[in-house]
């Protein structure tokens, strides 16, 4: 039998493969079941008569065409017309049984043919390596049971487990649910409120509007704030947010930004900074919702600060803030 790849690179006959040393086959077995790819293939060549090594060339061309069951066909036959190699083709019948590539290997034969070796041919020169595969084949059947024993229980492990996460999934899936219900309800309870707030704080930094009443918080938003908001507003166009405390000083319900309630910057010390400055304080700085045509934007407007210096937040909730801030309310605006 001739081997080629990684362990044989040149042609081989069965005689040449045992003057390398018995421990080629050994190596080799090692290595198949250990599950290292190798590739067997070639020719055994056989001493007695020219329809035996014409068989064995048949039986090999199968075997390298991956034919294995009609490759041990053809090697019963040498053993039928030429019983003196008889040994000699059962151990190779055995390896065929245990090769990797074979799909229906069959550990149990292999077994059968290296014990026929060692039952009926004492003096078998494949004696010793028989015995070492028997070994071989029967640890690899003791390790093939605990894996698949430990493949099984990993199995019912992984459908356990899934079993969990499905009632995790479940049970996500019902909080979600309360909390939309939840959050519904409270929109409805909102939507009742008649009392005003009394007070909107704007903290710049955080980008939240809150309202308050009596000091109890009512409901607080994400806003958008000036193109430049760090630091206070000191002149006409630098695009920044005021500081300070204002008034809510009128309102439009016709704003070019759905509703607005305009604050009444510039307060007192507004207007002296920006007459040290020498420059126009501005004005027109108001809590609005989004430019009319551009609602569809909702609450992803306020990931950049886009105003020129008003404090913006989506349509829906400037109509809750324009029903519960009356003119007159405080509007407190931190850094």
């Not at 027109?284 to 430019?291: S, V, Y």
Request: charged share 30%.
């Amino acid at each position: 039998m001739r081997l080629s790849g990684t362990l044989l690179t040149s042609t081989n006959t069965h005689t040449g493969i045992r003057q390398r040393g018995k421990g080629v086959y050994l190596r080799l077995f090692f290595f198949c079941i250990m599950f290292t790819p190798i590739f067997i293939c070639g020719c055994s060549s056989f001493d007695k008569g020219y329809e035996t090594r014409s068989i064995s060339r048949e039986a090999n061309d199968f075997f390298n065409q991956g034919k294995y069951e009609a490759s041990l066909s053809k090697y019963e036959q040498i053993i039928e017309k030429n019983p003196a190699v008889a040994d000699r083709v059962l151990f190779e019948m055995g390896i065929i049984y245990a090769y990797p590539k074979n799909e229906q290997k069959d550990y149990k034969r292999s077994l059968d043919c290296f014990q026929k070796i060692l039952r009926d041919y004492p003096d078998s020169e494949f004696r010793q390596d028989s015995q070492m595969l028997i070994l071989q084949i029967h640890n690899v059947i003791i390790k093939n049971k605990i894996i698949a024993t430990q493949q099984t229980q990993v199995e019912a492990s992984q459908q356990e487990v899934k079993g969990k996460e499905n009632e995790i999934i479940s049970l996500q899936e019902k909080i979600e649910t309360l909390e939309y219900k939840i959050e519904l309800l409270e929109h409805k309870i909102f939507a009742l409120r008649t009392e005003p707030a009394d007070k909107v704080l704007i903290e710049k930094k955080e980008r939240r509007l809150t309202l308050l009443s009596k000091g109890e918080v009512i409901k607080a938003y994400k806003i958008a704030l000036g193109g430049d908001p760090i630091g206070p507003k000191e002149r006409q166009g630098d695009n920044k947010t005021p500081e300070g405390t204002y008034i809510i000083d009128s309102r439009n319900n016709n704003s070019e930004y759905h509703l607005s309630l305009h604050i009444s910057y510039p307060n007192e010390k507004d207007k002296m900074r920006a007459k040290e400055l020498g420059v126009s304080p501005g004005g027109d700085i108001m809590i609005h919702g989004i430019k009319n045509g551009l609602a569809w934007v909702s609450t992803s407007h306020a990931e950049v600060d886009w105003t020129k210096g008003c404090i913006a937040v989506t349509d829906e909730e400037m109509e809750e803030i324009y029903r519960l801030v009356p003119n007159g309310t405080i509007v407190e605006i931190r850094p």
